[in-house]
């Protein structure tokens, strides 16, 4: 006796026969390019990688190449001194002078710590239109590397 086709209910000949919709037949193709889009997002996009030391203004003694220009000077822990650089940009907020931003390069950086802190030098870029003074104090920020995104998250 042979079989007929009305074995089955209606409803599941609707589901069993009805062709999915393109979200269905290309959905997993979709999800894998978005993947692949934000892994290359996070191959091009580059992250600043900081170090954060509070810093006060302090005046360098004058040379035969004219006068005294300002320094800052900080601390740095003993896990970070291995990262920094003489050379490395530095960027400086100074709290008397509010939203000021000033940019510098670190001097030196002293081997020897004190109390498990090295101290840095760095020296400063001149600043048109404000007047700096040594009892000054701040933040400063080292700049110690740019890598992507992608290669901080799997060096962890």
Do not use: C
């Not at 035969?64 to 220009?69: E, Q, S």
């Amino acid at each position: 006796m042979p079989m007929s086709d009305n074995y089955l209910h209606n409803d599941i000949k609707e589901i069993m026969l009805t062709r999915p919709s393109l979200v269905l037949r290309w959905g997993n193709l979709i999800i894998i390019g978005l993947l692949v889009v934000l892994l290359g997002f996070t191959a091009w996009f580059q992250y600043p990688e900081f170090v954060t030391t509070d810093v006060t203004l302090a005046a360098a003694p004058p040379t035969a190449a004219g006068p005294g220009r300002l320094l800052a000077l900080g601390t740095i822990g003993r896990e970070q001194y291995a990262a920094v650089r003489p050379g490395q940009a530095v960027q400086l907020q100074v709290h008397e002078l509010g939203d000021t931003r000033l940019t510098g390069r670190v001097l030196r950086v002293e081997p020897t710590a004190r109390q498990q802190q090295h101290p840095v030098v760095i020296t400063l870029a001149p600043l048109a239109g404000a007047a700096l003074y040594p009892s000054f104090s701040g933040t400063a920020r080292i700049m110690l590397r740019r890598q992507s995104l992608l290669a901080k998250f799997l060096a962890r």
